[in-house]
């Protein structure tokens, strides 16, 4: 695919994670919190109430825990685990958040096979070092016919080229690596939160199949 094609031209991941490091000391009081974030994860929660309540979920690209916080006030009695590949943002969310947060990517989930109902992922996927691994990692911890809801940027490429992210996957890139994973989409929507603000975000909701093997 185009996408994996270009991947070897981003910023090694050492980069990436080295920002959101440095960020992380500010970064619960940016004032993208209230106007980007936090609206982006109702839009999560929205989309994720198709799979009923859950019993442990599973934020991908946690950062500080802000969306596993306010997780824990829609869901109390859910087990809340995050993973994030930034120290940094490790250690201020384990101040802030009452969850299990590791330090690790997506491409190397610590968790059991089988161990989450739900799967949340948010602006985070453009950033994953390899995304396929990832979503078969996803797909791993998923019980059969858990949930999986992702909402990331799209856009064309020289967007992505210019604020130094890997390239976005469209709706139908999105659809065959994520049948490739063993997850079935559902349901994909584009959300534009301020008309003036670029990239576009495009959530995909998807289930783990019945056994997590591939669609193709």
Not at 71 to 81: F, I, T
Not at 204 to 210: E, G, K, L, P, Q
Request: aromatic share 8%; proline share 6%.
């Amino acid at each position: 695919m185009a996408w994996e094609q270009t991947a070897s031209s981003q910023p090694p991941v050492d980069d990436d994670i080295a920002q959101f490091d440095r960020w992380s000391k500010r970064y619960e009081r940016s004032k993208w919190q209230w106007l980007h974030f936090d609206r982006v994860h109702r839009h999560a929660f929205k989309l994720a109430e198709r799979f009923g309540e859950p019993g442990a979920l599973l934020d991908v690209g946690c950062g500080s825990g802000r969306l596993l916080r306010a997780a824990r006030a829609r869901w109390p009695k859910a087990r809340l685990v995050g993973v994030d590949p930034s120290e940094g943002m490790i250690a201020a969310g384990r101040h802030l958040t009452r969850a299990e947060l590791h330090l690790a990517g997506a491409e190397a989930i610590p968790l059991p096979d089988g161990s989450i109902d739900l799967v949340v992922s948010t602006i985070a996927f453009h950033h994953w070092a390899d995304p396929a691994r990832g979503l078969r990692e996803i797909s791993r911890v998923l019980r059969p016919g858990g949930g999986f809801v992702l909402i990331d940027n799209i856009g064309p490429d020289w967007l992505a080229r210019y604020l130094k992210d890997r390239p976005y996957l469209s709706a139908d890139e999105r659809a065959a690596v994520w049948a490739a994973s063993g997850l079935r989409v559902l349901h994909q929507r584009r959300i534009v939160l301020l008309p003036v603000f670029l990239p576009v975000l495009l959530a995909t909701v998807s289930a783990r199949t019945a056994d997590g093997s591939s669609l193709d």
